[in-house]
């Protein structure tokens, strides 16, 4: 057991999914999972290990955000021994040809977080995507036909922003999209030695003020599962 995680040291798969939302992890182990089962229900903060295509796999929620997030990476890392973090999640498109439903995978994020600035003090880090999950991924949707955008994203610390064009700066480098963790995952794998990826379906747009609806959701967020289940 750890303190956000009342899982025992075994429960846990090499290989966790790591969607923010707790009821996204239930949705995922209960219909991509052979014989899932609940190892945690803390601060209802659902996580499940099963079987996919006879490897196993688990799936842990992480709450919104660089510092929730970064509470299960660790305790994952440090206290379950994972060695293959993916998140899987949502993304606002901060580019006109990023269209909603496309699928993003972060090769590395740029962030509004303090994370870095406190550790580097003056010094930029740039969180990176782990090569060998960020190369499986592209040859497993190139493969199947599953259109992708690869580049750099923003974890943002806020998600309502006070000023409504300030994305208009992280566009005009080339950002293609904007979400909350994946700076602190690369961040905190590249620390310990394991693997991390981020895969992103975008659900809203910056640009023209789109939102999906939750059907629509639910179809591309299977591009992007399909991705992380096939890439470990
Ligand atoms: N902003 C931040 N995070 C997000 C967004 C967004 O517009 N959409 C999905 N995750």
């Known amino acids: 057991m750890s303190?956000?995680?009342g899982a025992k040291k075994d429960e846990i798969a090499d290989t966790v999914l790591l969607p923010g939302d707790p009821l996204r992890a239930k949705w995922?182990?209960?219909t991509y999972f052979d014989s899932p089962k609940l190892y945690n229900e803390v601060r209802g903060m659902l996580g499940y290990t099963g079987y996919y295509k006879g490897k196993r796999i688990s799936v842990q929620g992480t709450g919104m955000g660089v510092p929730s997030s970064l509470i299960y990476f660790h305790e994952l890392i440090n206290d379950y021994n994972v060695k293959n973090l993916i998140r899987v999640g949502t993304a606002?498109?901060?580019q006109r040809d990023v269209k909603l439903r496309d699928t993003v995978i972060a090769m590395s994020?740029?962030?509004t977080?303090?994370?870095n600035n406190t550790r580097f003090i003056n010094?930029?880090?740039s969180p990176t995507a782990s090569f060998d999950l960020f190369q499986k991924a592209i040859l497993y949707a190139n493969k199947n036909d599953i259109n992708i955008k690869a580049g750099n994203v923003l974890s943002s610390d806020q998600f309502y922003e006070d000023d409504?064009?300030?994305y208009k700066l992280w566009a005009k480098y080339g950002v293609l999209a904007v979400e909350m963790e994946a700076a602190g995952l690369y961040t905190i794998a590249a620390k310990y030695n394991v693997n991390a990826l981020a895969i992103l379906s975008i659900s809203d747009?910056?640009?023209t003020g789109e939102v999906t609806s939750s059907s629509d959701r639910e179809s591309s967020f299977k591009d992007m599962i399909e991705i992380a289940l096939n890439i470990v």
């Open 113 to 115: 977080s303090g994370i």
């Open 109 to 111: 994020a740029s962030t």
């Open 123 to 125: 010094k930029d880090y």
């Open 205 to 207: 747009s910056l640009v």
């Open 164 to 166: 409504p064009d300030a």
């Open 3 to 5: 303190i956000h995680i």
């Open 28 to 30: 995922i182990a209960e």
């Open 92 to 94: 606002g498109s901060y």
